[in-house]
């Protein structure tokens, strides 16, 4: 008896969604039970049927007990407006949308609710059969209303003969699902970007940390190299001491000759570091010029001529050495023309010049830039230098040089072989 019990109890269970999922045939519309009469007719009579009162009251009722009383007043708004579009067809292939359709409903359309009015003890009472089926012998003409509230869109059928509204289903707006869709869209796209910014993230940090080992790597093998390096110096010194050590050198009694220069070279390097050379200096030169000079009545001369004489100069000026061994220095200076000939221009030209020279060893070469003649406005000219200078005698702080210059007067460039200036002398630093 129990088994019997148990099987009957467990049929009755796994039954249970399936008896859910039937619905209640409906073969007839209007009646008593009608949701409103007369029967409707066009979109005037469904908008005259909102505007009784106790049935828009009732529809509330119906759609609050049916769990979507947001939806009563969209619902009836439309209704009241009184005009529709005739569909020559099912109302299933009404367009999606907000709106009133005239069309007709086939046998077998299915419906989550359905509205109507019986009469409960005396009065007619709104009420709703749920899960529908038009199971008459030939469709009906209805009324499809569509209406939008919070992005789901409820989709109702009002059949003519009874009024009784019917919920045929509710969904996602298109408006809404196109919104979601477009925000799913979009944040598959961020998501997709953040995935492509963190891959490049990751790949520069794998490429920064690659070129980091490498740098390390580097390094390591410079400080492997160095240190080889200064093992085989170690271990050559090591060699030369060993040697060194084995054949010590025969020295002569007495001073040698070789301790002697090694230390007159010391004591020569001591001067010089205790006592460097003064930066003051003058120079006594003499040597000659070949030069274009403009015409000059007051000599003679009433055109362009080029004259060459002898030449010579003193100057003074002032030279820093640096520890690079360059040195800069400048000076200013006073030369004087000689030509034995009547008609030969002689003048006083006065100088200044900038000069850079450098030292190999004791003596140095160098280069400059002068103005020549700079108290004549009408023969002064810039001019491009060169020198050198051959040390005289070994005074630490007041050496003597044997100096040689020339000079390119720049403002004839293309006539370098008549217009130069060369002279030889002393330089004295004082």
Known sequence: MLRRVFVATLLLTCASPVFAQQYENARRLGGPTAFYKPPLTDA????????????????????????????????????SRGTSTRLAGNCSSAAPGDGIVDCQEPVGSTYEWMAYRPVVRGKRAPARRERVRWAGRRPFAAFLVRVTVNDKLYTFVVPKPCANVALVSVVTSPAAAAAAEQAARDRAAREQATREQAARDQAARDQAAREQAAREQAARDQAARDQAARDQTAREQAARDAANAANPPVQPPGNPAGAQSSTSQATAATKDRDHPSSPFFIDVLAGGERRNRPADLSEGKSTDYTQGSGFIGLKAGL???????????GAVGLGAMFLFKHDTTNQWPWFAELEVNKYFGRWFAGTGFSIWDFTRSDLWTPSADLRFGIPIGHHPTHPVFFLGEGRWYVDHRTHLDTHWQMWGGLRIHF
């Open 319 to 329: 030279a820093k050495r640096f520890e690079s061994n360059w040195e800069l220095g």
């Open 44 to 79: 005037g009579s469904l908008k005259r049927m909102a505007e009784k009162a106790a049935i828009a009251d009732d529809i509330r009722t119906v759609m609050r007990d049916a769990g979507i009383p947001e939806a009563a007043d969209a619902f009836i708004a439309a209704i």
